[in-house]
Nanobody, 114 residues
């Protein structure tokens, strides 16, 4: 089993920055993909970004140039640096790990508002 614990959510003003973290523990495959989804109120869960264990990254078009995903393999931790945030980035952000199964974190709320 794999456990994922997110942190770093909160309230941020439009144009501001926020950094999310997600630490994985348990039986983790060395080859895996970690990433983030988000779910805004009344909307379906949306994939945001992913990073492979080799460092290859992918982003949804709406966050390209504003969000940066990174990982520390030694700590089994993935990060999402969110810059130039917009009100439409408001959502619960869920991290996931894909490797020997798909595992989810509990979610962390990000609210972008003035």
């Amino acid at each position: 089993q794999v456990q994922l614990v997110e942190s770093g959510g909160g309230l941020v003003q439009p144009g501001g920055s926020l950094r999310l973290s997600c630490a994985a523990s348990g039986s983790i495959f060395s080859i895996n993909t970690m990433g983030w989804y988000r779910q805004a109120p009344g909307k379906q869960r949306e994939w945001v970004a992913s990073i492979g264990s080799g460092g290859v990254t992918n982003y949804v078009e709406s966050v390209k140039g504003r969000f940066t995903i990174s990982r520390d393999n030694a700590k089994n931790t993935v990060y999402l640096q969110m810059n130039s945030v917009k009100p439409e980035d408001t959502a619960v952000y869920f991290c996931y790990l894909l490797g020997g199964g798909k595992y989810w974190g509990q979610g962390t709320q990000v609210t972008v508002s003035s």
